[in-house]
Nanobody
Framework: QVQLVESGGGSVQAGGSLRLSCAAS????????MGWFRQAPGKEREGVAT????????RYADSVKGRFTIPQDNATNTVYLQMNSLKPEDTAMYYC???????????????????WGQGTQVTVSS
């Protein structure tokens, strides 16, 4: 049974930091793309960051480059989203996701995701 269990959401003031965690089980973590997506009310779900677990290669949305990172712990099959310099526009429900990559490339596209977590809310106040 595949499980992606997220934690770490919450409320923070602009400029602050949060770290999200996602513990994965039930599939081959070591050859997956693990990612974080977010969805704000009235908006489409968008990719924020992904990591190809076997190589450590990462991709980031332009809107978060330089502020967010996606470290992982291969020993515990856990991926994180470290969010710094948070802005009110980062407010959204954040979802952990797993994808079986095609040709070793993480798509960071919702339609190609195989598994989703339940989501965790991040609220940034100005």
């Amino acid at each position: 049974q595949v499980q992606l269990v997220e934690s770490g959401g919450g409320s923070v003031q602009a400029g602050g930091s949060l770290r999200l965690s996602c513990a994965a089980s039930g599939f081959t973590y070591s050859s997956a793309c693990m990612g974080w997506f977010r969805q704000a009310p009235g908006k489409e779900r968008e990719g924020v960051a992904t990591i190809y677990t076997i190589t450590g290669n990462t991709r980031y949305a332009d809107s978060v480059k330089g502020r967010f990172t996606i470290p992982q712990d291969n020993a515990t099959n856990t991926v994180y989203l470290q969010m710094n310099s948070l802005k009110p526009e980062d407010t959204a429900m954040y979802y952990c996701a797993a994808e079986s990559p095609s040709s070793g490339i993480c798509s960071m596209t919702p339609r190609w995701i195989d598994y989703w977590g339940q989501g965790t809310q991040v609220t940034v106040s100005s």
